[in-house]
């Protein structure tokens, strides 16, 4: 759906701000909890970005857009090192998280892929039941006392919006969740390791105007604690709900800035003609 500049406006001006936004220093002046730099990443032989140069900062929400196939999920994998398990692919440049190379040799990718969590476009639920779900990842980890167990799983759906719906019935399947509740379901589970940043691929494109509702407010909740970088194809969402946004095309970062001034006032004329529908 194309939208004007003057729309956006609107939209940006409507938005939520957390309370102490007034009060505390901007986290865009803070030093980045994810930042890439010169990273180029190759499919084989086929270059899928070039030279991308982007920092995240702690506790806020950053939106990539671009046109299908610009690279957008190729950049996402890359901070968690999600495109380590496709075959042939080669990396340059650097990715940092918390000031750490995450792909200097001594990295332990399992304990990364922790604090740097995921959650897919259509994240599917474990054929287990919703607490065996949440508790997956701690025991996986060797966390084995019950009560401790109890805890991460009420804390996270807790914090995923999901625990009053489900809280009387957290033995039943979680397959039996609407395809709403199962998303929040996996927000939960990535929680349930105890991660610094959420990595969301179109968290909400397969769902129903009510759900997606439920997850911008529940990502708008979330960046209190944690950093999250979110793909996503609608630009009224990203406008919604991003402190930043990226604007990627064809493998490259073209303009990133704040998104009110980026919706509203883009510097480069390719990002204007893209967020108003002129193509993509
Ligand atoms: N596993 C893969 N093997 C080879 N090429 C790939 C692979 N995944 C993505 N690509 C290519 O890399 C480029 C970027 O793809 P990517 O999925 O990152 O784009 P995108 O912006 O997320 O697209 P969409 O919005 O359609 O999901 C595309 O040309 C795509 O064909």
Not at 75 to 84: A, F, G, K, Q, V
Not at 96 to 123: C, H, N, T, W
Not at 163 to 177: G, I, P
Request: charged share 25%; glycine share 6%.
């Amino acid at each position: 759906m194309a939208t004007t500049l003057q729309g956006f406006t609107q939209i940006v001006n409507r938005k939520k701000t957390l309370p102490t936004e007034d009060i505390t220093p901007s986290p865009l002046k803070t030093r980045p909890m994810i930042e890439s730099c010169n990273l180029d990443f190759f499919y084989g032989e086929s270059q899928a970005l070039f030279d991308v140069s982007l920092q995240v900062p702690p506790r806020s929400v950053m939106a990539l857009i671009g046109p299908s196939g610009c690279g957008k999920s190729t950049y996402l994998r890359t901070l968690n090192r999600m495109n380590d398990i496709i075959e042939d692919v080669r990396l340059e440049g650097k990715v940092l998280v918390e000031g750490i190379d995450i792909y200097a040799p001594q990295i332990d990718v399992v304990a990364l892929r922790k604090k740097v969590g995921m959650v897919f476009q259509k994240s599917i639920p474990f054929p287990k039941s919703i607490f065996d779900n949440v508790a997956y990842g701690p025991r996986i980890a060797g966390q084995r006392n019950k009560n401790i167990l109890k805890e991460i799983v009420e804390q996270s759906l807790e914090r995923a919006a999901l625990w009053k719906e489900v809280k009387d019935r957290l033995n039943d399947s979680a397959l039996a969740l609407s395809g709403g509740q199962q998303q929040r379901l996996c927000i939960a589970r990535a929680l349930a390791t105890n991660p610094d940043v959420l990595l969301m691929d179109e968290p909400a494109s397969a769902l129903d105007p009510a759900s997606t509702a439920r997850i911008e407010d529940l990502i708008f909740e979330l960046k209190q604690n944690y950093t999250i970088v979110i793909v996503t194809h609608n630009m009224q969402q990203a406008a919604r709900i991003s402190d930043e946004t990226a604007f990627f095309f064809e493998g490259n970062l073209i303009e990133v800035g704040e998104t009110e001034q980026l919706f509203t006032n883009p510097k480069e004329k390719k990002t204007e003609d893209y967020i108003t529908g002129r193509f993509g």
